[in-house]
């Protein structure tokens, strides 16, 4: 079990509110991924459920047991940091032995435990040697193997991925979604990439400002953010916002349309403009193309579309698929 | 582009630390060389071959205990370090891992009382340890030598601390790890090179430290500096003799210093390689 409640949580360093007040339920089993720009407060919100920071006022529970008040190791969570935290000092397997220890267990289990750990983790050759021994794909699955074999209630991953190279990154990001189906247990992640949280998450927290903008899986922020600020954070490439006259035709203050809901064509359309860059990725190409009527727009299409820079086209945004936002930023349904 | 470190640079910048260390060195070596004159050719001017005589070293012993004075020495600065350890070690703990607004005025201020001369206090403490009865006992220099490396004791653990890193110490209190165990497992491990350098380093100032132990010693408690300076006095000046005497009393620090050099050095320079 390992269902979470926030419950009014609110956190001030000194006279900074870094989060103002906080209501979430975490279900058991979840994978909920905070995500947010720098300094949005989701690390901070992570360390108050882990217990690291104290809570200002509030409650934390964890399965209906009011932890509010008890020490990190009585959580019964674990945590993977963002520097991985091992200790330098230790053997691999003495790392991941150590919570057992700390535990009480007895040799002849921590031993099975760790192998079994090490096992799934593709660590069974590295147990002798020391962290620094080891690259950064390597010690990250140190710092998840120190995490699992405690069996927790819940796992807290602290931007686990951000110290490693992109093509690592993807390859861990596959592991951990995998291992979360593996061992069924609720995951708390936090991320500043979008990207880690849309192909992770069973449900997203979207945070600015240390408020929660929106709650939900990945594909409603996706087709239903509710204000601006989501809409711009989730999706890459950025969704484009246009105003102006162009979204008073609408009905709208703002309107935003994602560069996949845009049509490109050299003969007719809506906004006529000048492509300016063009990124080609081989599956896709992005366009960036300046319009008089609806400012800089980047569209997205197929990878063998043959555009060049300075080349007048036409974009015609997807009917079904714009969204308007009035003026203090909320979507209009 | 890289510079080209060409065998000439190697061989200039080498010469230049030869010379350098050497010139560093030259009073101790000369010390030692003195050390093996007689009298007369001690003060006869600058000469860098003695005689090799022994003389000297054996008119140290008998006019004078060697070994009561070296007692005292290791006494007062070993003593001395282990208190400056257990007061320095959990105020630099304190410091490094729960620091306040105030945590780096505290650190000036202690650095600020290393500004001060001395000789400044000399009389008020003087008249303390004479009316305490703490005048030349060994107990009253150790509390002296404890007080005044202090301020350095906890400089170097705070910047020693400050090097590792939070998060494991929150990986251990994540782990289930006591305050503790904490300490006992992933705390001391850590920190016992740094612990060990600024030990070491601290005993080589406490050994040292000439002003406070010749002032505030006599007979009972005076330790090897004061062994040296007795060499100074009424009689008239016996170069030779004073020199024996010197090369007797920084023998013991000089061989402790060689062996410890490789932990010594990593102390001193902690902070400023990454």
């Known amino acids: 079990m390992g269902s979470i409640t926030l419950n009014k949580v609110n956190k001030s360093f000194g006279a900074t509110m870094v989060i103002p007040e906080i209501d979430l339920q975490i279900d058991d089993g979840e994978f909920v991924v905070f995500v947010g720009p720098s300094g949005c407060g989701k690390s901070t919100l992570l360390r108050l459920i882990a217990g690291l920071e104290d809570t200002s006022s509030g409650h934390i529970t964890i399965d209906g047991r009011d932890v509010t008040a008890e020490a990190p190791a009585k959580r019964g969570l674990a945590m993977v940091f963002q520097s991985y935290a091992l200790y330098p000092h230790m053997s691999v397997y003495n790392n991941i032995a150590f919570p057992l220890k700390m535990a009480g267990e007895d040799k002849g289990v921590i031993d099975k435990k760790v192998r079994d750990a090490a096992r799934i983790l593709n660590l069974t050759d590295y147990l002798e040697r020391r962290p620094s021994q080891l690259s950064g794909g390597q010690r990250q699955r140190v710092a998840i193997g120190r995490a699992i074999v405690r069996q927790p209630k819940a796992f807290l991953f602290d931007e686990p991925l951000s110290n490693l190279d992109a093509a690592l990154r993807g390859t861990m990001r596959l592991e951990i979604s995998e291992l979360h189906h593996q061992l069924a247990t609720t995951m708390i992640y936090v991320t500043h990439d979008q990207v880690e949280a849309m192909t992770m998450a069973d449900k997203i927290v979207v945070l600015n400002a240390g408020r929660i903008e929106q709650v939900g899986s990945p594909m409603d922020l996706y087709r239903s953010p509710r204000n601006l600020f989501v809409a711009g954070f989730i999706g890459s490439p950025r969704m484009n916002f246009v105003g102006g006259d162009t979204a008073k035709k609408l009905g709208a203050d703002t309107i935003g349309v994602r560069p996949e809901h845009i049509e490109i064509s050299r003969t007719s359309g809506e906004w006529p403009g000048t492509i300016g860059v063009t990124e080609h990725l081989g599956s896709d190409t992005f366009l960036h193309v300046h319009s008089d009527v609806a400012g800089t727009i980047t569209a997205r299409t197929s990878g063998e579309f043959d555009l060049h820079h300075g080349e007048h086209v036409f974009l015609t945004p997807n009917r079904g698929r714009i969204h308007r936002f009035d003026a203090e930023g909320a979507a209009i349904n | ?274």
């Open chain 2, 1 to 274: 582009m890289a510079r080209a470190v060409t065998t000439r640079h190697k061989i200039t910048a080498t010469t230049a630390a030869w010379v350098v260390a050497f010139l560093i060195f030259f009073p101790i070596l000369y010390t030692i060389l003195t050390s093996f004159k007689t009298e007369a050719e001690a003060i006869a001017g600058v000469s860098l071959i003695p005689s090799g005589t022994f003389e000297n070293y054996v008119e140290v012993q008998s006019q004078r205990d060697y070994f009561k004075p070296f007692a005292n020495s290791v006494i007062i600065s070993v003593g001395s370090t282990l208190i400056a350890l257990l007061i320095g070690i959990p105020a630099a703990w304190s410091m490094a891992f729960s620091p306040t607004r105030r945590t780096k005025d505290v650190l000036m201020w202690m650095l600020s009382t290393k500004m001060m001369p001395a000789v400044g206090v000399l009389v008020p403490m003087y008249l303390l340890f004479r009316d305490t009865g703490l005048l030349d006992t060994t107990s009253g220099l150790t509390m002296v030598l404890t007080l005044i490396n202090l301020p350095i004791v906890i400089w170097m653990l705070y910047t020693y601390f400050r090097e590792i890193p939070g998060e494991i110490l929150e990986a251990a209190r994540m782990d289930g790890a006591s305050l503790f165990n904490e300490i006992v497992y992933v705390l001391t491990p850590m920190a016992v090179p740094g612990i060990a350098s600024t030990m070491l380093l601290n005993i080589i100032l406490a050994w040292n430290e000439a002003f406070w132990t010749i002032r505030l010693s006599a007979a009972n408690a005076a330790p090897l500096t004061a062994f040296i300076a007795s060499f100074s006095s009424p009689q008239g000046l016996f170069w030779a003799k004073l020199s024996a005497a010197s090369t007797l009393a920084i023998a013991p620090i000089l061989i402790m210093g060689w062996f410890s050099q490789k932990q010594l050095v990593r102390g001193l320079t902690f902070g400023a390689v990454k």
